[in-house]
């Protein structure tokens, strides 16, 4: 079992930064891959980035690419988002979800969910 608890949402404007934390608990953190996903209002949840166990490998979405950057730290047990040039449709609820070993890009992948994070970006 993997409990996992976001953070570090809020409200920033056009072109600004911020960066989310997503902590786990359990000791078998190390052996998941991490993901994030977003919603917005009235859209489907969407993938957003991805790490593998070891953090060797990471996706991101198009939409993302350039922009953001995930990492994780497994003696913290935790998992970022760092989220740079911030634009208004990065708006979302963004969530944390954690899959044993290799990384995915499909939610219905994932076996453990955080209760999201709000990010909003004015313009």
């Known amino acids: 079992q993997v409990q996992l608890v976001e953070s570090g949402g809020g409200l920033v404007q056009a072109g600004g930064s911020l960066r989310l934390a997503c902590a786990a608990s359990?000791?078998?953190?190390?052996?998941?891959?991490m993901g994030w996903f977003r919603q917005a209002p009235g859209k489907e949840r969407e993938f957003v980035a991805a790490?593998?166990?070891?953090?060797?490998?990471?996706r991101y979405a198009d939409s993302v690419k350039g922009r953001f950057t995930i990492s994780r730290d497994n003696a913290k047990n935790t998992v970022y988002l760092q989220m740079n040039s911030l634009k208004p449709e990065d708006t979302a609820v963004y969530y944390c979800?954690?899959?044993?070993?290799?990384?995915?890009?499909?939610?219905?992948?994932?076996?453990?969910w955080g209760q999201g994070t709000q990010v909003t970006v004015s313009s």
């Open positions: 979800a954690a899959r044993p070993l290799a990384d995915a890009t499909n939610d219905q992948n994932y076996d453990y």
């Open positions: 359990g000791r078998t953190f190390s052996t998941y891959a």
């Open positions: 790490i593998n166990w070891r953090g060797s490998s990471t």
